[in-house]
C-alpha cells in the first residue's frame, strides 16, 4: 500500500487505557518482543519499551500524521502507553496486536496492526510506515500477510478498515485485498470512509490489471487508514 499509513493502526479514541501491576512486564525490565509474524520482506515483532524512541520517531512525523483519524503519538508518555496497552493485547487476545515492523535487515520502518475496535466485535486492521519505506511494497505485502493470519490462523469473520475522506492512496490498496467500502461514519469523532471484508471473500492480493483505474496507482507517500 502506499506506505504514509496504508492502513492506519487504531488507538484508542481517547488517552490509552488504565494499567494495572498486571500489565507491566514480569521481570520488572522490559516485555520479549518476540517475532510474531513474518513476509518475504518483513518481520512483525511485540513492541517494548526499548522500542520507545522508534514510535516517536513515527508519531513525530508529519508526513505519516497529517492524514490521521486518531491523535498524534508524539510524547514519551504516550508511545510507553502504547507498548503497554500492546502487550496487554497480545496476552487478553492472542493472534492481535500492534507489531513492531522491519525489513531483513532489522530496520525499523514502521508499525502494522491488528485490535478490536472499541467495544465492538469488529477487528480493524493498519499500518503506518516511516516515508523512507515508502514507494516499496511493504504497506499491501504487509496487508496481505495480516489478512492471511486474520482468516487463515485466527480464523476471524472479518476485518473492517478506515481512511480519512480526502485520503486517495487507502482505497486502491484495500480493494486490491479484496475490502468493499460499506457505509461512512466516524472514526473518533472524524468522518471516515469505512471498508470491510469477510474471510469468505479473501482470495489473496488481486492483479492490478483487474481492479478499477483508481486502484492501479504506483505505491506513493504511504496511505493513513484509521484501520
Known amino acids: 500500500m502506499p506506505e504514509h499509513d496504508a492502513l492506519s493502526p487504531s488507538l484508542p479514541e ?98 502494522f496492526s491488528l485490535v478490536p475496535l472499541g467495544t465492538t466485535m469488529d477487528v480493524s486492521i493498519g499500518v503506518r510506515l516511516l516515508p523512507s519505506a515508502w514507494g516499496r511494497g511493504y504497506a499491501i505485502e504487509g496487508g496481505a500477510a495480516l489478512c492471511t493470519h486474520a482468516f487463515e490462523t485466527l480464523g476471524l469473520a472479518d476485518l473492517v478498515a478506515h481512511c480519512a475522506p480526502d485520503n486517495r492512496s487507502v482505497p486502491p490498496l484495500l480493494l486490491r485485498l479484496g475490502f468493499g467500502e460499506i457505509e461512512r461514519g466516524e472514526q473518533f469523532g472524524r468522518p471516515a470512509r469505512r471498508f470491510r471484508l469477510a474471510r469468505a471473500d479473501w482470495r489473496g492480493l488481486r492483479p492490478r490489471r483487474e481492479m478499477h483505474p483508481e486502484s492501479t496507482t504506483r505505491d506513493g507517500p504511504a496511505p493513513t487508514t484509521g484501520a
Open 14 to 111: 481517547e488517552a490509552l487505557p488504565q494499567f494495572s501491576k498486571a500489565d507491566l512486564p514480569t521481570d520488572g525490565r522490559d516485555y520479549p518482543a518476540e517475532v510474531q509474524l513474518r513476509s518475504r520482506r518483513l518481520q512483525l515483532r511485540g513492541f517494548g519499551f526499548r522500542h520507545v524512541l522508534e514510535l516517536l520517531q513515527l508519531g513525530r512525523e508529519e508526513r505519516v500524521t497529517r492524514l490521521l483519524l486518531d491523535n498524534r503519538l508524539d510524547t514519551l508518555e504516550d508511545a510507553m502507553g502504547l507498548v503497554v496497552w500492546a502487550n496487554r493485547i497480545y496476552r487478553e487476545r492472542p493472534g492481535l496486536g500492534l507489531w513492531r515492523a522491519a525489513d531483513r535487515s532489522d530496520r525499523f520502518i514502521g508499525m
